[in-house]
């Protein structure tokens, strides 16, 4: 079977869907599967089209601005490719009008991936953007599709809602499991245990919130005994200048501000995998950008993790997380309610300001948590490899080329 997969980006700047949309690709390509990429071109493709290989990756250049891409040479490369089906990842962007354009010149049939964008609160943001690209060719473009994935049971209710109407099919996002942890591995000296943020610094994922109730928990008055032994670590890229606006929070709630840059001791050349190197102090740590290597050493060495986002589709952050033994604090809006009936997972509640489950989390032992972090490594084995996920794909591709 000879499959393309069209998005929007093929570098970081795609957020969770580089890691999503790679590893799908990578698992397809292992059972079988003539896989190549499309996207369009930015300033971080050459950092990152190795991380393709063995993958055929291609990332076009663009006439206009990003919002309004035009890039024919990506209509001539997919001619050319003659896939036997288009594999859509994500919306609003070139990829969509690529991939349909397809359709209607070669009668490629294809299955389209929203990726949490029909969410609701996905679809307030920029939404009269939206509105138009909608109703320029996004409409069509799913109205034409074979078959229409969701990564969870929400997400596919969030693609009813906003009218579609073909066959959906629910198969969530999948992950790479590390090696189980060893004691070295988990061995520290004297430090702050960290709650740990990584992804996006943006609007949605809730951080204003979690901050305002991480400086109740840091608050002498909060009879929470042990929460000075914590630090809050935000890693991320910043989008569209919200980091600065959380920093003004934090100056705002009295929370001591640190800061890691690239040159910095922490980073990687000294840094060198050793979990126990402790982290700037600071109430908040502000690390920047995380990826590969570094994204493995704060995984490796934090105690937990926090994702108190707004909307997500199915969030690659939580699941990494839980592959590496964290417990995880998050919101239902992350549709991975397994979590919780697992107990791997407490609830907060960014939009109602419930975020209790965090002032339980750090009240529990070093070893509830850790079991709490166990139950989510095993959920992961569970249903949640890249192996099982791209199989179940497989088989949906199959099926709509009547295999």
């Known amino acids: 079977?000879?499959?393309?997969?069209?998005?929007?980006?093929?570098?970081?700047?795609?957020?969770?869907?580089?890691?999503?949309?790679?590893?799908?690709?990578?698992?397809?390509?292992?059972?079988?599967?003539?896989?190549?990429?499309?996207?369009?071109?930015?300033?971080?493709?050459?950092?990152?089209?190795?991380?393709?290989?063995?993958?055929?990756?291609?990332?076009?250049?663009?006439?206009?601005?990003?919002?309004?891409?035009?890039?024919?040479?990506?209509?001539?490369?997919?001619?050319?490719?003659?896939?036997?089906?288009?594999?859509?990842?994500?919306?609003?962007?070139?990829?969509?009008?690529?991939?349909?354009?397809?359709?209607?010149?070669?009668?490629?049939?294809?299955?389209?991936?929203?990726?949490?964008?029909?969410?609701?609160w996905a679809l307030a943001n920029s939404r009269w953007k939206k509105v138009l690209a909608a109703f320029a060719f996004e409409n069509a473009v799913l109205r034409d599709a074979a078959c229409l994935h969701a990564l969870c049971v929400a997400e596919a209710d969030a693609i009813r809602a906003y009218?579609?109407?073909?066959?959906?099919?629910?198969?969530?996002?999948?992950?790479?499991?590390?090696?189980?942890?060893?004691?070295?591995?988990?061995?520290?000296?004297?430090r702050r245990k960290s709650l740990l943020f990584l992804g996006r610094v943006h609007p949605k994922k809730g951080l204003v919130g979690a901050l305002r109730a991480w400086a109740d928990i840091q608050n002498s008055k909060s009879k929470i005994h042990n929460s000075k032994q914590w630090q809050f670590?935000?890693?991320g890229w910043d989008q569209g200048g919200h980091e600065a606006e959380l920093k003004r929070v934090c100056d705002e709630l009295g929370l001591r501000i640190a800061e890691c840059g690239v040159a910095e001791d922490l980073k990687l050349n000294s840094y060198k995998l050793k979990t126990s190197a402790p982290l700037p102090d600071g109430d908040v740590v502000f690390f920047g950008p995380a990826f590969g290597k570094e994204k493995e050493v704060l995984l490796r060495s934090s105690e937990a993790f926090i994702l108190p986002s707004f909307s997500e589709g199915l969030p690659m952050s939580v699941l990494e997380a839980w592959?590496?033994?964290?417990?995880?604090?998050?919101?239902?809006?992350?549709?991975?309610?397994?979590?919780?009936?697992?107990?791997?997972?407490?609830?907060?509640?960014?939009?109602?300001?419930?975020?209790?489950?965090?002032?339980?989390?750090?009240?529990?032992?070093?070893?509830?948590?850790?079991?709490?972090?166990?139950?989510?490594?095993?959920?992961?084995?569970?249903?949640?490899?890249?192996?099982?996920?791209?199989?179940?794909?497989?088989?949906?591709?199959?099926?709509?080329?009547?295999?």
């Open 1 to 120: 079977m000879k499959i393309a997969i069209t998005t929007g980006s093929l570098s970081r700047n795609a957020g969770g869907l580089f890691e999503s949309v790679r590893a799908l690709g990578k698992g397809l390509a292992k059972l079988g599967g003539d896989v190549s990429v499309y996207g369009l071109r930015d300033q971080n493709w050459e950092l990152d089209e190795e991380a393709w290989a063995p993958l055929s990756a291609h990332a076009f250049s663009f006439i206009g601005p990003r919002a309004l891409a035009w890039s024919p040479d990506m209509d001539a490369a997919l001619d050319q490719a003659r896939p036997d089906l288009v594999a859509l990842q994500g919306l609003w962007q070139y990829a969509s009008l690529a991939t349909c354009r397809q359709r209607r010149r070669k009668g490629t049939p294809y299955v389209v991936s929203p990726r949490g964008m029909l969410d609701k």
């Open 163 to 190: 009218g579609g109407r073909q066959r959906i099919e629910v198969v969530p996002n999948g992950v790479e499991l590390p090696e189980k942890l060893t004691t070295e591995d988990t061995e520290s000296t004297e």
């Open 233 to 235: 670590v935000i890693a």
């Open 323 to 403: 592959a590496y033994g964290l417990p995880v604090v998050m919101t239902p809006e992350c549709n991975l309610p397994e979590g919780f009936v697992s107990g791997a997972a407490l609830e907060i509640r960014n939009s109602a300001g419930d975020f209790e489950g965090m002032r339980i989390l750090i009240e529990m032992t070093d070893q509830e948590r850790a079991a709490m972090g166990m139950r989510g490594r095993c959920l992961v084995e569970e249903k949640f490899t890249w192996p099982k996920v791209a199989a179940q794909m497989r088989q949906l591709y199959e099926e709509v080329l009547g295999r």
